[in-house]
């Protein structure tokens, strides 16, 4: 059983910083693509960010400019610094792991950007 745990989410004021971390728990992580989505009430899931096995990076409007992707195949983690966050990137992050057909999802975090 594949799991995907996500920690670092919480309260931070308008144009300051966070970083999401995301804990997989397969053999494969080094193979496979993990990805950042996010949620917010009442809006569908996002694509944030993503990043390949060979590293390379894809960022959907949200995150472009404004958060990094990275990934620690030693440690199987995966990482979204966010930068000058704003109100409306406030939602639940949620982490993404595909691997061939498999396709897993974290328990998301909650990141609120407020004053």
């Known amino acids: 059983q594949v799991q995907l745990v996500e920690s670092g989410g919480g309260l931070v004021q308008p144009g300051g910083s966070l970083t999401l971390s995301c804990a997989a728990s397969?053999?494969?992580?080094?193979?496979?693509?993990m990805g950042w989505y996010r949620q917010a009430p009442g809006k569908q899931r996002e694509m944030v960010a993503s990043i390949t096995n060979t590293r390379f990076t894809s960022y959907g409007a949200s995150g472009k400019g404004r958060f990094t992707i990275s990934r620690d195949n030693e440690k199987k983690m995966v990482y979204l610094q966010m930068n000058s966050l704003k109100s409306e990137d406030t939602a639940v992050y949620y982490c993404n792991l595909r691997y061939g057909n498999l396709n897993y999802w974290g328990q998301g975090t909650q990141v609120t950007v407020s004053s």
């Open positions: 397969i053999s494969r992580f080094s193979f496979s693509t």
